[in-house]
């Protein structure tokens, strides 16, 4: 019988931890090379490239409308997998629980992880977990690290940019964001304000199938769109040049980012890519995002430009062109 | 410039984040792959079979004899996926911050995992930082995740324990345990008490080497050799024999153990690697480990048995025969 909250002794690596990965982990996430319980996970490769990435989500409140901490957990390192033009495949998970949590939320977050690892394509096949006293971590902390396979064909890299390609989104942004924010402050906002968070495994699939020479794939997280479009710009050295008019965002959410004084290009996505390719591929790409559920508003928002490089500059609805420079302070902190 | 605290916005993704990356994680990190600060790694791989396994550091205090929280973070994963019998190549570093940290001890941290990485032959090649109020964490918790690759002809795993097999330990038990505690207590300890943790991917490499037909692998690290042992006795549906007069434990710590009532059997180790073999290999086995830095106080300390099954016997000193159980509560907690 597992207690009803977490206890020191279920990170002692003891007894109660036996029951805490049987009792717990095991019926959410159940596959056969977890289930040996190991130490790591052996797992078939087949020669060629692999993509390999980490995050840790310390999201705050850890549940929110349209998700929570443990689907955040999974599909943001999903997401991170899938942007080096991967396949993602297996998941570890690390857990870092404060003493004295819930036993029940803790059963209900890793069954959302298992939930959306089933739509991710992703098993989780290693963990663990580390408890600390009150006090010590607000309430649960997670790590995820992925990897998959980055098919032949396939090369996602800022080398890759060159002026007059395209830039893409998939849809409207700043919605994850602000539906933590509200949450949070216990705001009454539109039912249609949700986080996106998903998993983009499926769609970048598609995307690199229907055009496997795109030359770039990043999901403007924390920091947002106009942070990422600077981390490109300088490390390809190239210009970026956006076009505010075609930029999704609800009407919703720009009301509140008007009110609360957000600017929505620098809020964090978790279901957003920025895709980069020569404009040859402008219809197929739109046509194979739009008619992906995680796709459907799909715009071209931008082109790499030569000058001035390593800046981004965005044509305002009014017709005039601001620098769009990295977020400088933190709008909102633990937003993942 | 660095400011001389973590600040929020260094969490943000945005402009801090970068100079964070920049000025602290690159300079002890630097490598091709991470260089490229793309949302993940992009690695090559040959074909064959990978070990995949993750681990998050909490250990307090963050500073103790023979090591700290960077060392350990490095080590532990090191050895997790050596124990799977891969060569360990690749690494992943998550790092939750508390605000307020001081940058120079992030520093010291770094240059630590940095070190410890060139010592274990592995490279950090992604990794992701969040920063969280104060209070909200203590400090710094750190997630590695690790990935090597598995030589062919190595198959470690639970099915091939066979009653009559050896079971041989690398030396000393015990000591990351008493070093952390008697740190944290603020105890005076004797100077030869120091944490065992040591990448072990050497000492794996070259036990794998001399006798590729080893059956199974553990590090003994939470829960001890005691809660191991269980482990392995229930996955492999054995019995196991343990002699009390083999186990390495050195006089002082025992001293400290009896003083404080704890059971070296059940202290966390972080540089042990349980081993167990036919007995054919025994002269080899012990040689190869005597000879190698981390392996001079090797010893043959048990015996695999048909029956009881699941059970862990210790023949004590005196003749008698005490039944291990797998450690109940905790000691120690956050002791990795």
């Not at 850890?62 to 495949?89: E, H, Q, S, W, Y």
């Not at 495994?201 to 947002?224: N, Q």
């Not at 004084?261 to 980069?276: C, Q, R, S, T, W």
Request: glycine share 12%; hydrophobic share 45%.
């Amino acid at each position: 019988m597992m207690s009803e909250t977490i206890q020191l002794a279920h990170g002692s690596g003891g007894k109660l931890s036996h029951d805490l990965v049987q009792q717990i982990m095991l019926p959410a996430f159940s596959n056969p090379a977890l289930n040996l319980l190991h130490d790591g996970a052996q797992l078939p490769v087949s020669g060629g490239r692999i993509a390999f990435s980490t995050d840790s989500f310390v999201v705050k409140p850890r549940f929110f409308p349209g998700g929570d901490i443990g689907k955040l957990a999974v599909c943001g390192t999903v997401n991170d997998v899938a942007m080096n033009g991967a396949i993602p495949l297996y998941l570890s998970a690390g857990f870092i629980l404060e003493e004295g949590f819930p036993v029940d939320e803790l059963r209900q977050i890793v069954a959302s992880m298992g939930q959306a690892a089933i739509e991710a394509g992703v098993t989780i096949v290693t963990g663990d977990t580390k408890v600390v006293e009150k006090g010590a971590v607000d309430g649960i902390y997670i790590n995820t690290s992925g990897l998959g396979f980055i098919p032949e064909g396939v090369t996602i890299s800022p080398c890759r940019i060159k002026p007059g390609q395209d830039i893409f989104i998939n849809g409207y942004i700043g919605d994850h964001s602000i539906a933590v924010m509200g949450e949070r402050h216990g705001l009454t906002l539109p039912a249609t304000v949700l986080s996106d968070c998903a998993p983009l495994a499926g769609l970048v699939k598609e995307l690199l199938t229907a055009v496997p020479d795109i030359a770039l794939l990043r999901d403007p997280t924390r920091g947002g769109v106009a942070t990422t479009l600077n981390e490109i710009a300088g490390q390809a050295k190239v210009g970026i040049r956006m076009d505010e008019t075609a930029i999704p965002i609800r009407p919703e959410v720009q009301a509140v980012c008007d009110i609360l004084g957000f600017d929505p290009l620098y809020l964090a996505n978790e279901g957003k890519v920025i895709v980069i390719a020569e404009p040859c591929h402008r219809e197929k790409i739109l046509e194979t995002m739009r008619s992906h559920q995680y796709g459907v508003h799909a715009r071209l928002i931008g082109t790499v430009v030569a000058q001035p490089a390593g800046q981004v500059g965005l044509q305002t609805a009014i017709g005039g062109m601001r620098l769009l420079d990295m977020l400088a302070g933190d709008q909102l902190p633990r937003i993942c």
